[in-house]
């Protein structure tokens, strides 16, 4: 069973501060990505990495940055977090090939206050 | 980049009845269409996939068809249960690059 991970499942940040979520998978999958999921939007792709230290803006990258220097782990960055980005960001990950099915992590309930 | 829409946003059915939730793609490129189901408070875990060169796909009560002339594709739901009722997101990705529909919360009243 494919298992990914993410390192808290609620966080509360206030305004300004500097917001570290990190993400880690198991099955050796070279793709990651981190979502945001808001009521009535759906799933948005922040940022994805195809490999070590390589990473790719998604299609709502601002406010975010991303890094990932080991194979396993993805870590998404808010620098200075503001109140639009309360939300609930969730983590996948997936196999390059003809194999393109994502999992996903538990989620973080983001608050920022 | 691929756009997808989803409809409806909320659908709910009686028990036994069938649920019906489609999508369109705007990529002509994408090739291989997920669908997810998000229980309250949990992540979304897929329930059936599609490939382009495929047109429809069956796993017991779950069906998926796709008419990529149209760029469509549905997920159909026989015989509901209360235990299907959740959020349900479809997707459509090429080359790994995979962009999801807004959600249909479906609910199956007892």
């Known amino acids: 069973d494919v298992k990914v991970t993410q390192s808290s499942r609620y966080l509360v940040k206030r305004t300004g501060e500097k917001v570290f979520l990190e993400c880690v998978q198991d099955m050796d999958h070279e793709n990651m990505f981190w979502y945001r999921q808001d009521p009535g939007l759906g799933l948005r792709l922040i940022y994805f990495s195809y490999d070590v230290k390589m990473k790719e803006k998604g299609d709502i990258p601002e406010g975010y940055s991303v890094s990932r220097e080991k194979k396993e782990r993805f870590s998404l960055i808010l620098e200075s977090a503001s109140t639009n980005q309360t939300s609930m960001y969730l983590c996948?990950?997936?196999?390059?090939?003809?194999?393109?099915?994502?999992?996903f992590g538990p989620g973080t309930r983001l608050l920022v206050l | 980049g691929e756009n997808v829409e989803q409809h409806p946003s909320t659908l709910s059915v009686q028990e036994g009845d069938s649920a019906v939730i489609k999508c369109t793609y705007s990529d002509s490129a994408s090739n291989y269409f997920p669908w997810y189901k998000q229980e309250l408070g949990k992540r979304p875990q897929l329930i059936i996939d599609i490939r382009s060169n495929v047109g429809e796909k069956k796993d017991q009560r779950i069906a998926v068809t796709l008419n990529k002339t149209a760029k469509h594709f549905s997920l159909h739901i026989t015989e509901t249960q209360p235990e299907d009722s959740a959020v349900y997101f479809c997707?459509?990705?090429?080359?790994?690059?995979?962009?999801f529909g807004a959600g249909t919360r479906l609910t199956v009243k007892p």
């Open positions: 996948a990950s997936s196999q390059t090939g003809t194999e393109e099915t994502q999992y």
């Open positions: 997707a459509a990705s090429s080359n790994n690059d995979m962009r």
